[in-house]
């Protein structure tokens, strides 16, 4: 089979310092300009500076683990052949403004074009790709770190049995489903023709499908359908040290989450306090653009958060403004931009991932390695509303975790599809 040559963008670099190694038995050309763009990036304190010093201690260490030099190409035992792409195609007969980084980095690809090179253009920019095609050349995605969104484990099944096993389940507490395939703590919404059901979580230790747990006070929440009361299950279950939560908006992700961490740190002394955070995206995944000390910066950013903590307040019989006074002076929730979890180790902590769907895949995999003893993570989202330029359903961190951990025990999932916040919400999020 004649190599390919994958001409990469300096976005799948910055999305997976590894990918130039991620192509066996083929050719990864680098344009220099990707190389100036990352340069101006490797100082940042945030995600984007850690992945661009990682590319050049990768490329830097490239000789070493191969033959050959980054001009001619090093040759790596994979058979795969990495060199750094000085000239570009200066003569295109069309308009092209090669002041802009992103034309100069097809450009380079076009010269290798016509080098009779059988060139793909790899991206994660949308634009770019677009660009590409129109000259020309073949452009897709970058496809690893990647699953299928539209057919990712859903976290739950409903079966149809027997009358006989449903009573069973009631009078021994637990059930053997034959013939089944199944997750690690996957959920079972059994049905009978005589209309009598049951709900179970399967044992990964025993095979049984097990009875959920009782839920106790949950601060005045109380679950409105199957799918919150499995997600309820999966939170209150403290063997279970992550959980991810997917649905659309006002199918009550982060308000159970909430719900569940003041339960466990509040009133069961389980854990130490909650971390609560999210992704600033929009600010280019940075809080300095706004006045004020840390704490007032994310306040724009953490008001989801408090108007689901305000919800929560006002379900209990005292004063609510009291008891939200008395939460925040007790020091046990604490708020965080993403970008500032790094570096950190966290034990004994409920720790909360909001809008997961705008991490990448390595930004999820920094923030569940920090997690430390006694630790629990709940990443929540809807990969279907993602704000990040560079990540698509696919391709996010949230899909990635879900189809990354659904095969082991300590990990549990379950995928929220009706929205209970309100009809107008619940009519808005079908119609819209």
């Known amino acids: 089979m004649a190599k390919k040559t994958f001409v990469l963008d ?8 590894e990918s130039i190694t991620k192509f066996p038995r083929h050719n990864v050309v680098i344009p220099v300009t990707v190389l100036e763009e990352l340069d101006k990036m490797k100082r940042l304190p945030n995600d984007l500076g850690k992945n661009s010093r990682a590319v050049f201690r990768l490329l830097d260490s490239l000789p070493s683990m191969g033959k050959g030099d980054l001009h001619k190409g ?18 295109y007969p069309y308009e092209f403004s090669l002041s802009i980084s992103d034309n100069r980095i097809i450009m380079a690809a ?5 080098q009779k090179e059988t060139v793909i253009f790899v991206s994660k920019d949308f634009a770019a790709r677009i660009k590409a095609e129109a000259l020309g050349l073949k452009a897709q995605d970058y496809e690893n770190l990647k699953y299928a969104f539209d057919s990712i484990y859903k976290g739950m099944q409903k079966v149809e049995t027997s009358k006989s096993n449903i009573d069973v389940f009631y009078k021994d507490g637990n059930i053997k489903l034959p013939n089944i395939t199944c997750h690690p703590n996957e959920y079972f919404v059994m049905t009978s023709p005589e209309n009598s059901s049951a709900v179970g979580k399967y044992d990964p230790t025993t095979g049984n499908i097990e009875p959920l747990v009782k839920v106790p006070n949950l601060w005045g929440l109380k679950p409105r359908n199957v799918e919150q009361r499995c997600a309820i299950d999966l939170l209150m279950r403290d063997d279970i040290k992550l959980v991810t939560l997917i649905g659309q908006a006002g199918t009550g992700k982060t308000l159970l989450a909430l719900a569940c961490g003041l339960r466990k740190v509040f009133d069961e002394n389980l854990y130490s306090r909650i971390l609560v955070s999210r992704p600033i995206v929009p600010l280019g995944r940075d809080i300095g653009y706004l006045p004020g000390t840390k704490e007032e910066k994310l306040l724009n950013w953490m008001q989801p958060i408090y108007d689901n903590l305000e919800f929560l307040c006002d379900s209990q019989n005292h004063e609510p403004n009291e008891t939200m006074r008395w939460i925040m002076e007790s020091k046990k929730i604490e708020m965080e931009a993403v970008t500032y979890i790094r570096g950190r180790s ?8 909001d809008e997961a769907q705008n991490l990448t895949p390595h930004e999820v995999k920094t923030v569940i390695s920090r997690a430390g003893e006694g630790t629990k993570v709940i990443l929540t989202g809807d990969p ?5 330029p560079y990540l698509d359903k696919d391709s996010n ?26 009809e107008l919400a619940a009519l808005a999020a079908e119609i819209l």
């Open 346 to 353: 966290l034990p004994k902590m409920y720790i909360i991932i």
């Open 384 to 388: 279907s509303q993602i704000d990040n």
């Open 110 to 114: 076009y010269y290798l074009h016509d």
């Open 74 to 91: 090093v040759e790596l035992k994979t058979g795969t052949t990495v060199r750094i792409q000085l000239q570009i195609k200066t003569d």
């Open 397 to 422: 961190g949230l899909t990635y975790a879900v189809g990354k951990f659904s095969s082991y025990k300590i990990y549990g999932h379950v995928f929220l599809e009706k929205t209970e916040r309100s």
């Open 10 to 17: 300096t976005n799948v670099l910055l999305h997976d310092p």
